[in-house]
């Protein structure tokens, strides 16, 4: 079975193609982030209008580095949230118009889904159930994973979801957009015990988050040094905030670890491509017996194989979840725990 994936939830345009038997045949993305950068975050109009641009020219590629016709596909799944609504609709019309044309059917997908399942496209996947940590810039949800569609929420956050917080810190700094992997490099060259940053919700008795209090402790360090805010300033604090962010996150892990008696974490998402994250994750997997699975780089931040790979699990699972109603719609606000097979 011949999986078709679209993905536009946000900034990145992905097409890819999955086959249950042979893996990942193909598969291409596009970012916006060069565009965005002028402005300091996403703007949803012209994120929109790209995918416009970029979906066709990629689903030409995809089948031509698969080096196979349209008419081989046996379904097409796209992302039908959560996700910016105008970008939403771009994937969901390319998707539904192209199955009308094939008679294909076709469904939607819950963009977290397709991040929670990214991993099990590894050479070593891990197997069911284990904790996912799913961390990016819109979501920061702890998850207990039984099996495709079996999720239980057990904590996510309060306010900025960590990637969030990452992009605005860094902004902060002065650092521009996209935040997250400058803040990171960045806190490479800075001393940890330069700045101590709060680890908000770091002891309370649930799995929640919170990172808003930490970008405002940032902003207050900022203010205090404006005059005389020097690179190596800017590296301290960095590195005071990347690891506020890993101490709460890696902390939370273990106490999900700890109540579900599970060995296996599952990280996914744009956050998870964090080099600090993943070293203190590691350390703490070493120290504690359990495993950490990530995704391929390359999948860890939004992109159509694991929209076409989710889609295959589901349909595995569940052969009459495609439908040949063509009539599409788009989830913006979707909680991931709402899914069932």
């Known amino acids: 079975m011949i999986i078709l994936g679209v993905e536009s939830s946000c900034d990145e345009t992905g097409i890819a193609l999955y086959d249950t038997q042979r893996g990942l045949l193909a598969h291409a993305l596009h970012s916006q982030v060069a565009m965005h950068e002028a402005y300091g975050g996403v703007v949803p109009e012209l994120a929109s209008r790209d995918h416009i641009r970029r979906a066709i020219p990629l689903l030409e590629q995809v089948f031509a580095e698969a080096a196979i016709e349209r008419g081989a596909v046996d379904a097409i799944a796209y992302t039908q949230g959560p996700g910016l609504a105008g970008a939403l609709l771009v994937g969901a019309s390319v998707a539904c118009g192209l199955a009308l044309a094939l008679d294909r059917p076709v469904l939607g997908i819950h963009h977290l889904e397709g991040h929670l399942l990214s991993p099990l496209l590894a050479a070593d996947p891990p197997a069911f159930p284990f904790v996912a940590l799913l961390v990016s810039g819109g979501h920061t949800q702890l998850m207990r994973v039984d099996g495709v569609g079996q999720y239980t929420l057990l904590g996510e956050t309060v306010d900025d979801a960590a990637g969030e917080a990452f992009d605005k810190s860094a902004k902060l700094l002065g650092l521009g957009y996209p935040g997250g ?161």
């Not at 988050?209 to 405002?216: A, E």
């Not at 996914?268 to 491509?273: K, S």
């Open 181 to 341: 992997p400058a803040i990171s490099r960045l806190a490479e060259f800075g001393d940890p015990m330069a700045y101590q940053l709060p680890r908000p919700m770091l002891h309370s008795k649930n799995l929640d988050f919170s990172f808003s209090g930490l970008k405002t402790a940032v902003l207050t360090v900022v203010k205090k040094k404006t005059t005389n805010l020097c690179e190596q300033d800017k590296a301290d604090i960095a590195r005071g905030f990347v690891d506020a962010v890993v101490d709460v996150l890696v902390a939370k892990c273990m106490t999900a670890l700890k109540q579900t008696g599970l060995k296996r974490l599952v990280v996914a998402g744009g956050v998870g491509a964090n080099l600090q994250l993943r070293a203190g994750l590691d350390a703490a997997a070493r120290k504690r017996r359990f495993r950490v699975f990530y995704p391929a780089l390359e999948f860890c931040t939004d992109n159509g194989a694991m929209i076409a790979f989710a889609g295959a699990l589901r349909l595995q699972a569940q052969p009459d979840a495609a439908t040949r109603n063509y009539a599409f719609t788009v989830r913006p606000r979707w909680p991931l725990d709402e899914l069932r097979i």
